[in-house]
């Protein structure tokens, strides 16, 4: 009972906390937290539109920016616990031309150590007549690697966009396609979408607006803001907070992927960032008795933190469409509410 009465206590502080930051245009934007069994909150704050009063709710959708890879490598993971390719392939053994691809596993590129570039960093790239993850290789083929296979690890959205044309070489589909078939639709994440920036309608309901901030004030982000990119394998998928979560529930108890395949799509494998470490995509950032699994989102205009804690088997989601909030700041903040008391 005491237990029970401090979760929803810091629950309450959480809330507190989130609406204060609302009234005085800190934070907008839709916050999850779940603990083993339970949702315990899961509210909208702000505006997804500010200028047209249109309230941000739980299954208002967000863009994901890189938070969405987590996608592809969870569905990288099944194919290999169904046998239909093995972390040690090469990449070469489903996609022809890429530097050094009968060297490179989906083990390195899955754990960004494979050496590839950023696909915008090639020349003369542009979205343009691009549809799925295939018609990106011609990008990724024309550059070197930035380093040797294995001898670094280097963040890399390239990584992720060959990952989804493994998919589609797979499974005859387009990544997004294949997403809503094997992962969207059973679940049902209704509100989990691949829709390209360009075809939004900015006065309807379901999708945030994005705000950045200078010295002048708030400002509205168009949602072609990045000139035409489209979701895909690498990011930029939409989502809410309630469909992250069921994606996230499915994930860490098992159901997307065995047990055996879930820990070893969680592990270790390559060091980032200070205190976090690869897995395949997945990312865990050691916080002494706090570590947790997730991967985060930034674009300027929407931001998002999807995070699973290990010890305390609880998810806190937070995704923001004001692109000035410091979402790590939040994440410990909240932390420290749930865990340090």
Not at 183 to 202: H, K, Q, R
Request: charged share 20%; proline share 3%; net charge positive.
């Amino acid at each position: 009972m005491m237990r029970l009465s401090a979760q929803s206590h810091s629950i309450a502080s959480i809330d507190g906390m989130l609406r204060e930051m609302t009234l005085i245009d800190k934070f907008s934007g839709a916050v999850l937290i779940a603990d083993k069994s339970h949702v315990l909150l899961s509210k909208g704050y702000g505006y997804a539109d500010r200028e047209n009063k249109i309230m941000n709710t739980p299954n208002t959708r967000f863009d994901l920016s890189s938070a969405s890879k987590v996608f592809v490598g969870t569905i990288i993971t099944r194919l290999a616990q169904q046998h239909k390719l093995k972390f040690s392939d090469t990449i070469g053994k489903y996609i022809s031309g890429l530097p050094k691809g009968n060297t490179i596993t989906i083990h390195q590129i899955l754990t960004h150590s494979a050496g590839f570039n950023d696909f915008f960093n090639a020349k003369g790239f542009s979205y343009r007549s691009i549809k799925n993850c295939t018609d990106m290789l011609p990008f990724m083929k024309s550059m070197p690697l930035v380093y040797n296979p294995g001898d670094s690890c280097i963040y890399s959205t390239g990584d992720a966009i060959i990952l989804g044309a493994v998919v589609e070489k797979i499974t005859g589909r387009a990544f997004q396609d294949y997403f809503r078939l094997s992962v969207g639709t059973p679940l049902n994440l209704a509100n989990t979408v691949f829709t390209p920036y360009w075809t939004l309608d900015e006065k309807q309901k379901q999708y945030a607006i994005g705000y950045t901030k200078d010295s002048t004030g708030i400002k509205r982000r168009p949602y072609e803001y990045d000139q035409g990119s489209i979701p895909l394998s690498a990011g930029g998928a939409w989502s809410s907070i309630l469909d992250l979560y069921k994606f996230d529930h499915a994930v860490f108890s098992a159901k997307l992927v065995d047990q055996k395949h879930l820990k070893l799509m969680t592990a270790e494998y390559t060091p980032q960032w200070g205190d976090s470490h690869f897995g395949y995509i997945w990312i865990t950032t050691d916080k002494k008795d706090h570590s947790f699994i997730g991967h985060p989102g930034d674009s300027s205009g929407w931001h998002a933190m999807n995070a699973y804690y290990i010890k305390q088997g609880y998810t806190v989601i937070i995704l923001t469409n004001f692109g000035f909030v410091d979402q790590y700041g939040l994440l410990s903040k909240i932390q420290h509410s749930l865990f340090d008391k």
